[in-house]
Structures are given as structure tokens and as C-alpha cells.
């Protein structure tokens, strides 16, 4: 369903039935899902049951094992949780003290500048409350928060090996992906690492010493890969998947491991112990930040995009 259809019926529905169904829809399970919302059971099917009926869609598909959310559904709760988001901001701020907290939630691979850009924000907003999120996770993840609008922006990479298979599911979740920077590859390394004193690295180099790569749990396929080179690309013979950004720069250190990456590096925000190497390959990767076609972004989104291309661009300078 178009975005303006669903505006048109905002103001025959009521943000009730909208949470009603974002319960659900996060519980999966009716009977849960109405102790959360504390109404009765059959009061929130019967709201539910109405509010598909008003809008002229099946927004979950029920069987015997509980409820999962239609495609259309799907797209439908996207535009609900943006709807419910911008009320509870007018209410904060005209219902409450006056103040009202500000939301905003980014969702990314694990780049430094993407956090730096983050901290950039937080310090340009100077509100005295705020509430936003900044969820370093798995590609798929990214992507899904997107288009579920969880988060309004969304920071992966597309190389020549993942682009067939990212782009599909792009177009497929009604998203948008813009470049900010296009770089060779780079390898992360510890400044103890023997690698350190090589001005280039070859892939050869790299054979004693264990591959740290970012774990992407059922996609763990290198379509999905926060590498642009995975272990299949060359003769890698020792690999050690991580979820988060410290134990792979403790690991950088403890075991002279290494990474494949863009290269670009926050000394301020991850000390010097970290270091890059550029890495002698024709291969390149284009960084870039997803966000949701035909939603308006906040201006925490786009404030946070221009820090982002600050950043991207002045690494891009000393590169």
C-alpha cells in the first residue's frame, strides 16, 4: 500500500490500533501480545480483525502455531511504527514538560567514521534529552531495519562480489543506496603485527596469520560478508569469526591477526594500536547508506548523512 493511502486512513483509524498491531506483530503471538497491550484476548483480535477490515489488507496470516505478518502487512507496519514514533514525540512535547526527548536510531556495519559521525550528531543535537540508537549488527539486519523503518539510516559497503545479490534485496525492500566513498582494500592490523612494516601488503603476506571476519549468523554466505574478500579468495588457512568491534581489535593484538576492510581508521575514537595497510588487489569496495524510498527523512537523518560524508570525505583527502 502506497505511503499517502495509508496517511489518508490515519485519521479514520486510531493510534490504538496501530500499537495493537505493532505488538503483535512483535510478539508474534496474540495471547502474548494482549497482556503487553493489557486488553483481553479477544478484544485485540477484534481490533485487529477491524483494522485489516478498514484498511482492506491482511496484516498477519494466522495458523494453528500463532500469527507472522503479510508482505503487505509488512510494508503497513513499517508506516505504522514511523506514525506512532511522531505522535509520541508531539505528546512528549506539548502533552509534558515541554522538553521531549529526541529519537533517532542508525543502524551499520562496523565502521569507526559511521560511529564518529554518530558522536558528531549527538554533539551537534546539545538536546538535554535524547533517545537514539546506534545499532553496529549484521548485513541482513541492516537492511531488514530499514525497510521496518527501525532505523532511518542504514551504512553497508557493495563491492563486485556481493552487488548482484545486495542490490536485489535493495530494490526488493523498497530501498535506496547512495555512495559516499569508493576506496581499494585496506588490512587492518596491530601496530605489533610484523605486517606493519610493509608499506603494501600482499595476499601471500597475510598466510601465517588468522583472518578475523564478522560472524552474520543464517547469512553467513560472502554476499553478506563485512569483508569484501572472504576466506574463499584466497588460500586462507586461519579464520576466527567475532560479533563486535572489541574482540576483533583485541584479537588484531593477542594473535597478530588481521582484517579486510576500507581502511579508514578513528585514532581518536580506537586508540594508535590499530593500523592499516593497503592491500595489493585490484579489488575495490564503494561504502554507502541505505534509507527507505518515499519516507521523509528527520533532520537527525540528514544531519548525521552530512557528517558521514564529512567523514568519508576528509579520510578520502588523507588517503
Do not use: W
Amino acid at each position: 500500500m502506497a505511503k499517502e493511502a495509508v496517511m489518508v486512513y490515519i485519521f479514520r483509524m486510531t493510534l490504538q490500533q496501530l500499537k495493537y498491531a505493532v505488538a503483535v506483530a512483535d510478539i508474534k503471538n496474540i495471547t502474548e501480545a494482549s497482556k503487553k497491550v493489557f486488553i483481553s484476548q479477544p478484544s485485540l483480535t477484534a481490533a485487529i480483525r477491524e483494522l485489516e477490515k478498514e484498511m482492506g489488507i491482511s496484516i498477519f496470516s494466522r495458523t494453528n502455531k500463532g500469527v507472522s505478518v503479510t508482505n503487505e502487512g509488512d510494508e503497513f507496519l513499517s508506516f505504522a511504527r514511523q506514525v506512532l514514533e511522531q505522535a509520541e514525540l508531539l505528546e512528549e512535547r506539548y502533552k509534558g514538560n515541554g522538553g521531549g526527548s529526541t529519537i533517532f536510531s542508525v543502524s551499520c556495519q562496523h565502521y569507526s567514521f559511521a560511529v564518529e559521525a554518530f558522536v558528531d550528531l549527538i554533539r551537534e543535537t546539545g538536546a538535554d534529552e535524547y533517545d537514539f540508537t546506534l545499532r553496529e549488527t549484521k548485513t541482513h539486519e541492516i537492511i531488514e531495519d530499514v525497510s521496518k523503518l527501525k532505523s532511518e539510516v542504514g551504512v553497508i559497503y557493495k563491492s563486485s562480489k556481493n552487488d548482484d545479490v545486495i542490490s536485489k534485496l535493495i530494490r526488493k525492500n523498497n530501498l535506496s543506496f547512495t555512495p559516499i566513498l569508493t576506496t581499494p582494500l585496506h588490512v587492518f592490523i596491530s601496530d605489533r603485527n610484523p605486517l606493519s612494516k610493509k608499506d603494501l601488503i600482499e595476499l601471500e603476506d597475510l598466510l601465517p596469520y588468522p583472518y578475523l571476519t564478522y560472524e552474520q549468523g543464517d547469512f553467513n554466505s560472502f554476499y553478506f560478508a563485512e569483508e569484501p574478500l572472504t576466506e574463499i579468495d584466497f588460500d586462507c588457512r586461519k579464520s576466527i569469526k567475532v560479533r563486535d568491534r572489541a574482540t576483533l581489535f583485541n584479537l588484531l593484538i593477542g594473535l597478530n591477526g588481521y582484517t579486510i576492510c576500507s581502511g579508514i581508521i578513528s585514532h581518536e575514537l580506537n586508540g594508535e594500536s590499530i593500523i592499516s595497510r593497503p592491500l595489493k588487489t585490484d579489488d575495490k569496495m564503494t561504502v554507502g547508506y541505505l534509507t527507505r524510498r518515499g519516507v521523509s527523512l528527520s533532520r537527525y537523518a540528514k544531519s548525521y548523512i552530512d557528517f558521514l560524508e564529512r567523514h568519508a570525505s576528509s579520510s578520502k583527502k588523507q588517503d
